[in-house]
């Protein structure tokens, strides 16, 4: 089960004053917040729900509580704001939804495959559901001989990682273990760190070693098939977070000086079929989310990039190929 943090929210409402507020929180997590709705109108607080997915903290409802005239945002299941300045006329609260099934014997069971090989150093990083649990990993990790390497990562927050920043995680350690839900993380970090990692699933119990060359290989597929096309779309998302027009602009310039086309399309969600009523484009350049291009390429009836890979399209060249770029959002 998740711990939604009733006290501390009941606490933040009686703090600010709180009248009306909005909720937002991954699909995943909107069926739990609803022990929250009865908890902020018992103490008589006018609560709406946002339907749209929350991606992350870089996707806060700001524009939906504009128009409500809220001034207060709840903002289940992410950490904090990334990549976003928060208005002074706006006030938001963080639950990060922590898990409390703990990871750790499912980590030893990953453990016990390694422990006989030559593995001297792991390095362990989270997605902030798991976090609480870091200290326990450590503790199991060190009990088998190995050297821990845990960072600090977005936030400044130990072992934390989200889709698209991994600094928490050592890439020279011999061994990366993502604990996290499905592959998302895993994924994120198998490139940051270029190699395999393990995945640890709280959520179905399981552990499983996920492959770099897979989702490497994925993203050369994409850029060297857009390294010939002529016209491009530029993706642009108008989430707080997300929103890079002057990104766009300048990848715009740099594919016309190199004799090919580039319209830009706003976007708030990226759908398919928002994509397909736009046209054929012979490739896209995703500026919003990078993870999009990584995790969703099915949506792109033609080949989708990063801000990082276009350099490698343009000069026609994977010369010097880094899998960081993939989740880059600079040129």
Not at 186 to 197: E, F, N, Y
Not at 200 to 226: C, F, G, H, M, Q
Request: charged fraction near 25%; charge should be positive; aromatic fraction near 10%.
């Amino acid at each position: 089960m998740y711990i939604l943090e009733k006290e501390r929210i009941l606490q933040w409402v009686v703090r600010n004053k709180v009248d009306k507020v909005i909720i937002q929180a991954p699909n995943g997590l909107k069926q739990h917040v609803r022990e929250i709705i009865d908890l902020l109108e018992e103490n008589g607080v006018t609560v709406f729900i946002s339907a749209s997915h929350t991606w992350g903290g870089c996707d806060i409802v700001f524009d939906e509580a504009y128009k409500l005239g809220v001034k207060y945002v709840l903002h289940i299941g992410h950490h904090g704001p990334h990549r976003v300045t928060i208005p002074d006329n706006i006030s938001i609260l963080f639950i990060p939804a922590y898990f409390d099934r703990n990871p750790t014997p499912i980590f030893e069971k990953a453990l016990e495959e390694i422990k006989d090989k030559k593995v001297n150093t792991i390095s362990i990083a989270t997605s902030v559901q798991h976090i609480k649990w870091l200290r326990e990993l450590r503790k199991k990790a060190l009990n088998y001989g190995f050297r821990v390497n845990i960072r600090k990562g977005v936030g400044g927050l130990e072992g934390l990682v989200i889709g698209c920043e991994y600094s928490a995680i050592d890439p020279e350690a011999d061994e990366i273990f993502i604990v996290s839900g499905g592959y998302f993380h895993a994924l994120g970090a198998a490139l940051w760190s270029r190699k395999d990692v393990w995945k640890i699933d709280p959520y179905l119990s399981l552990y499983e070693r996920v492959s770099y060359r897979k989702v490497v290989s994925r993203r050369l597929y994409n850029i060297t098939n857009a390294m010939d096309a002529k016209k491009f779309l530029i993706i642009v998302s108008v989430k707080p977070g997300q929103y890079s027009m002057e990104t766009a602009l300048k990848a715009k310039r740099l594919i016309i000086e190199n004799n090919r086309s580039a319209d830009i399309a706003v976007f708030n969600d990226v759908t398919m079929e928002k994509i397909q009523n736009l046209g054929k484009y012979d490739a896209y350049l995703n500026t919003a989310c990078p993870r999009l291009a990584v995790d969703d390429s099915s949506l792109f009836p033609s080949p989708v990039i990063n801000p990082g890979e276009l350099k490698y399209v343009l000069k026609r060249s994977l010369d010097d190929y880094d899998p960081r770029d993939s989740i880059s959002f600079s040129l």
